[in-house]
């Protein structure tokens, strides 16, 4: 299958500072990549989804200028997360797809943040 | 009411049992069911995938789904510590996909 990778795998930071997750799909073109968020004993919530060159689409509950994604290329998706807090602790996952509609979705192995 | 429900568990059985894995659903405009395992700390990782009704196997794997009755299963044979591991439940329309919480299994040597 396809391989996702993300960095870093786990990350502990200052409460109100920035930090930013990689996902990257190694051997395929993502036109669409996705990010989930998981916290402990819960399922994964679909928080934004991206096309390669266009704005991130957004779930609702989920604000676009705590969250920001970046899909700058085929490849590579960047989500940062501004002026963290406690509360956004927790495991985010990034999955990609080749091409549209229903194809399978590759997961990445996910990032733990931990917010201090 | 949730779009997927799944019993967290925990589910505890002997190596060599069969396990049923279960969620329901109340979309009926949901077009494909999935089934991913995820170890502690990973990401989750594919291991069924069907578009219809009916039964599909691989391996010691069978997924089950039951578009009438909105209900999915994955049933698992011979079972093996190594398959200790959360599965989630997954479901999806056009380039979204819904998880279940994961029901948490045990299998004991």
């Known amino acids: 299958g396809a391989v996702v990778s993300q960095h870093p795998s786990w990350v502990i930071c200052k409460s109100g500072t920035s930090v930013k997750i990689e996902c990257r799909s190694l051997d395929f073109q993502a036109t669409t990549m996705f990010w989930y968020r998981q916290f402990p004993k819960q399922s994964l919530m679909l928080m934004a989804t991206?096309?390669?060159?266009?704005?991130?689409t957004y779930e609702q509950g989920v604000e676009k200028d705590k969250f920001l994604i970046n899909h700058a290329s085929l490849t590579l998706s960047t989500l940062t997360v501004t002026s963290a807090h406690p509360e956004d602790s927790s495991f985010y996952i990034c999955s990609a797809v080749w091409g549209s509609g229903y194809n399978e979705q590759f997961f990445g192995p996910g990032t733990r943040l931990t917010v201090l | 009411q949730k779009e997927v429900e799944q019993d967290p568990g925990p589910l505890s059985v002997p190596e060599g049992a069969i396990v049923s894995l279960n969620c329901t659903y109340s979309n009926s405009a949901f077009q494909y069911f999935m089934w991913y395992r995820q170890y502690s700390r990973k990401g989750p990782e594919l291991l069924m995938y069907?578009?219809?009704?009916g039964n599909k196997e691989d391996g010691r794997f069978t997924a089950q789904v039951d578009k009438s009755s909105k209900y999915i299963s994955l049933f698992i044979r011979d079972s093996q510590p190594s398959d200790s591991a959360t599965y989630l439940c997954a479901i999806g329309g056009y380039q979204k996909v819904t998880f279940g919480i994961g029901t948490k299994l045990q299998v004991i040597p």
């Open positions: 991206s096309n390669e060159g266009s704005k991130a």
């Open positions: 069907t578009y219809s009704s």
